[in-house]
C-alpha cells in the first residue's frame, strides 16, 4: 500500500506530496481515497516526490494521470521530484505534467 504524506510549504518551497510504496491496481482504489481527502487540505502550489514509489503499473499511472486532472482543476504541482519527472519523460507525458515557474 502507499503511504500518502504532505509536507506543508514553507516561505522556499512549496507544499510536497511524498509517495512511498506501491502504485499498483492492488492499492489505486485506497490510494485514490487518500489523495482526495489530502487534496481537500488545499495546500495551494506544490511539488509531487515519487522517489519512494517501489512498484508502479498502469493503474498506479492512471491515479497520477487523474490527480493531475484534478490539480488542474485547482492547486498546480510546480515541482516534480527528479524521480517524477524521470517517470513524466518516459512516458511522454510532459503535457499533462506542465511545470510551473513561480
Not at 41 to 70: M, N, R, Y
Amino acid at each position: 500500500m502507499a503511504s500518502l504524506t504532505l509536507h506543508p510549504a514553507s516561505d522556499l518551497a512549496p507544499a510536497r506530496l511524498a509517495v512511498q510504496g506501491d502504485l499498483t491496481i492492488y492499492e489505486a482504489s485506497v490510494t485514490q481515497q487518500a489523495l482526495l481527502a489530502l487534496l481537500q487540505q488545499d495546500p495551494g502550489p506544490w511539488a509531487l516526490d515519487l522517489g519512494g514509489v517501489e512498484e508502479l503499473d498502469s493503474a498506479g499511472i492512471q491515479l497520477l494521470l487523474s490527480l493531475q486532472k484534478t490539480l488542474n482543476e485547482g492547486a498546480p504541482v510546480v515541482a516534480l521530484s527528479d524521480t517524477a519527472q524521470a517517470l513524466v519523460e518516459l512516458l511522454n507525458l510532459d503535457a499533462l505534467f506542465p511545470q510551473r515557474e513561480d
